[in-house]
């Protein structure tokens, strides 16, 4: 069973193959979703009551947030793929979700200060999703540096799942953490930025960005995946064959 | 067995303790990093009084870093880890060893010392004993963070500030509750959940992270 | 559909979509010069095994 999957699926041969057939699918569903939810998000959700027209941002931001938390777990189910199973397309996977994880997270704080500057009146507050946020930058450049420092590959591969997984355990915890010490700390100036209560017309156009950004981050991990994969079979017989072409 | 271990972080310690420039110069980096601040900031004590948890934790979290770095690092130039990987003593129990011998004598310093220097920010008694205890608490999840961390680099030549970057984001957790303990002791508030809370960081990590350790060293000898 | 101005808030959540696509874009589009480059690092490097 393990033996077929892993020829059918997972060795970078057929992994390139197939994930040749899915990319136009996973465009497609993409450019679907994000269309409709810029489009319903900017134009028909009906604006805010307290915020006006500044909620907006919530389109971009959560989505952004999520997938770069959601990009972090992703990024430790690679790592338990790489470490125990040694796939070698899991640590593939791993590495290039760590740069396209590491974007999002920044997106998600550039457009969570954008959203704090009308409502807070200030472009940065120490609110509990922002810092953990940050943080989980923090951990996304740990990673990274710590693979870029590695000169062999199979150690890089492993020592990044090691920090993965690491990190992953840490990661609810140092969330947790953050939100009662936000709580701890709370000034009155943060009720305003209170959850908008979410009218379906405002929700729906929310999902599809969520499943917007997600197939987003599927579709360039697939394709940062498989230029990897060429570069790291660059030896193999069927990389030669598929170049000569 | 247990006797075996005893004596290896004897062992340990002596080696370590007959090279004082490796466990001064953290002690010596912890008091200069406080002593900066009240000259940084003016020597108004409500306001060092106010600062005082962050500005001691903060400093011992960097001097138990900068401590950290070197924890395998003998072991593996030297080969004796290759005698370890090859014997039947488990890597693990090592490297819980190594970990108990670097806390006594780079930790166990700051721990002593730090009283005196909440005498120079103007602690209480109250905030001196809540600022032991978190210490006593907290330094042992900092040193088995870190040491996962420095094993994963150990054969890294040019590491620089690899590791800080690395671990500092897993601290956070332990700076928070130490520092809002101090806080709470500050404004006579009950202090027992946040030990408990600690406490319970402490015990999880002493479960996990030697494994983690010895997997990462495993990792790390190999490049 | 409402005004572009967003009642006011138009420069905050333009910019804050504009950032958004920004990061996509060069997210997305490098990986395509990025392949061509490989390709002919493997070109190359099939050339000097055949010598």
């Keep these: 069973m393990w033996h077929w999957l892993n020829q059918k699926f997972l060795a970078p041969k057929s992994f390139y193959a197939n994930s040749a057939k899915l990319i136009p699918w996973i465009a497609l569903a993409f450019a679907l979703c994000f269309s409709y939810g810029l489009f319903a998000g900017l134009f028909i959700a009906p604006a805010d009551y307290q915020q006006g027209d500044g909620f907006r941002i919530i389109y971009v931001h959560v989505p952004s947030a999520f997938t770069a938390m959601a990009i972090y777990f992703s990024m430790a189910v690679f790592a338990v793929f790489t470490l125990v199973f040694r796939v070698k397309v899991a640590a593939i996977g791993m590495s290039c979700s760590a740069k396209i994880g590491a974007w999002f997270t920044f997106l998600a704080l550039i457009t969570g200060s954008i959203w704090g500057k009308p409502m807070w009146g200030t472009w940065w507050i120490w609110d509990a999703r922002l810092t953990s946020v940050l943080i989980l930058l923090f951990l996304y450049f740990g990673f990274i540096a710590l693979q870029s420092v590695i000169p062999n590959q199979q150690t890089r591969d492993r020592a990044g799942a090691l920090m993965a997984i690491v990190g992953v355990i840490n990661l609810p915890i140092i969330h947790y953490s953050v939100i009662w010490w936000n709580t701890l700390h709370q000034g009155p100036t943060l009720s305003k930025f209170a959850k908008p209560s979410i009218a379906p017309a405002m929700l729906y156009p929310l999902l599809a960005m969520i499943a917007a950004f997600l197939l987003f981050y599927a579709l360039t991990l697939l394709l940062r995946m498989r230029n990897q994969i060429l570069l790291r079979e660059i030896n193999s017989q069927w990389v030669a064959e598929l170049i000569h072409e | ?223 | 559909m409402n005004n572009f101005s967003m009642g006011g808030y138009g420069y905050y959540v333009w910019s804050a979509y504009f950032i958004t696509l920004f990061v996509f874009g060069i997210n997305l589009f490098p990986i395509f010069f990025e392949k061509i480059k490989i390709k002919k690092i493997i070109r190359e490097h099939l050339l000097k095994k055949r010598l």
């Design chain 2, 1 to 223: 067995m247990f006797h075996n271990l005893l004596v290896l972080i004897h062992h340990d310690i002596l080696i370590t303790l007959r090279q004082a420039y490796s466990w001064l110069t953290p002690l010596l980096f912890f008091v200069l990093v406080v002593c900066l601040f009240p000259l940084a900031l003016g020597p108004d004590t409500e306001t060092l009084n106010k600062i005082a948890p962050g500005i001691i934790w903060v400093a011992a979290l960097l001097a138990i870093l900068m401590s950290l770095g070197n924890i395998f690092r003998n072991d593996v130039h030297e080969g004796y880890l290759d005698l370890i990987l090859l014997s039947s003593t488990p890597l693990t129990l090592l490297v819980f060893c190594k970990v108990i011998s670097h806390w006594i004598t780079h930790c166990l310093p700051l721990i002593l010392i730090s009283p005196l220097l909440g005498v120079l920010l103007n602690l209480n008694n109250t905030e001196e004993l809540t600022l032991i205890t978190t210490l006593l608490l907290g330094t042992p999840v900092l040193c088995l963070l870190g040491a996962i961390g420095s094993a994963l680099i150990v054969s890294v030549r040019t590491q620089g500030l690899l590791l800080p970057i690395l671990i500092m984001p897993l601290y956070i957790p332990v700076l928070i509750f130490s520092t809002s303990a101090m806080m709470a002791a500050s404004l006579h508030q009950p202090l027992s959940a946040y030990f408990a809370i600690l406490g319970a960081i402490a015990l999880f990590t002493l479960v996990f992270a030697p494994f983690l350790t010895s997997a990462a060293l495993r990792i790390g000898v190999n490049q």
